[in-house]
């Protein structure tokens, strides 16, 4: 089969290699469709810890469940699912165990034509999505979920701002946050990406490149409830003015590193909280499955490609005009 391989120091390639093959509590599933995330390319950049080499890359996938080893999972033969990536996330609900990993790395993942996986790993695909929607979902929906909902405890009416409205994930905080009735802001880099989400909804949305100082732009609409981020930097500081007394920034990420200062001034005295959030347990995985059939969301597909295309892809993963995943059919 053909796999996509971390195959040494920023080096990947498409491969071909022997079919898995099953052991006690596994499935095997033919892959229709898997979707890129920037953690990939963190990978193959080497600014990943547990870096192996040979490994088969990829956390997001759906597919068809071609055989599983045990007779009491037969049922599960022929269905379509989506993959859970988290594995051994740990029986705290808060917090993931020591032993947490997620697929594609060290284990291997869904960026191949058959993927191994544990049978507790498999859930069905929503009803509403094709397999190149689905396979968009796992990992952006599951961060996105969890930042939102358990870290952010967002509600309906609340005003939150989602930074980088063309991101993988924050297109499924900005999707979510909709769905469930908040007021919902954005950021972005570009112009274009700013006029398609007002297209789709948002009730404001601020170019971060253009309006350095737009705390007082975003004062007059009495400030926000919670910001979620993934940049990190010192913009930090400004999603501390705009936030109201009690308000929260829930932060997944550091794409631009750390920030050389922080307002905490502003913080102790205004109740701030700045709360960290990674990924999601194995419940939250399952009712951002559940909110997503429920709300009918669609995935925002910035491009479908052959798998045959995949390693060239990873080059766009960081492009400025993209919006939403980069998906591919396989
Ligand atoms: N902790 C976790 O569980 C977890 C899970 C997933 C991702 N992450 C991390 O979160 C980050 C984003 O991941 P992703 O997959 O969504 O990546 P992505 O698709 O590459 O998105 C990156 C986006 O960041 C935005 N951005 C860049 N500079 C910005 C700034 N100064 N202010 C606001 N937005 C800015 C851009 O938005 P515009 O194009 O709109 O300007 C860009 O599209 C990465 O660092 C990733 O490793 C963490």
Known sequence: MKALVLSGPGHIELKDLSKPVLAPGKALV?????AL???DDWIREGKYPNIRFGVIMGSDGAGVVEEVF??????WVGQEVVINPNIDWGPDAEVQSPKYTILGMPVNGTFAEYALVNVDRLQ?????????QASAMPLGGLTAFRALFRRGRLSAGQNV?????????????????????ANVYVTSGSDEKIA??????AKGA???????NYSELWKTKGGFDLVIDSAGGDQINSFIKVLKPNGKIVFYGATNGLPAKLDLYRMFWNQLSLLGSTM???????????????????PIVDSIRPFSKIAESFADITRPNKVGKIVFQI
């Open 70 to 75: 045990d007779e009491e999972h037969k049922p």
């Open 30 to 34: 033919k892959m229709k469709a898997a």
């Open 37 to 39: 995330n920037r953690r």
């Open 124 to 132: 069905h695909k929503p009803f509403h999505l094709d397999f190149l």
């Open 206 to 212: 601020y170019n971060y490149k253009k309006e350095a």
């Open 196 to 201: 398609r989400a007002l297209k789709m909804g």
């Open 280 to 298: 999601g347990n194995d419940h939250e995985f399952n009712e951002m499955l559940a909110f997503v059939s429920t709300h009918q969301i669609r």
């Open 161 to 181: 701002l989602i930074s980088g409205f063309g991101g993988g994930v924050a297109q499924f905080a900005f999707l979510f946050a909709k769905a469930a009735g």
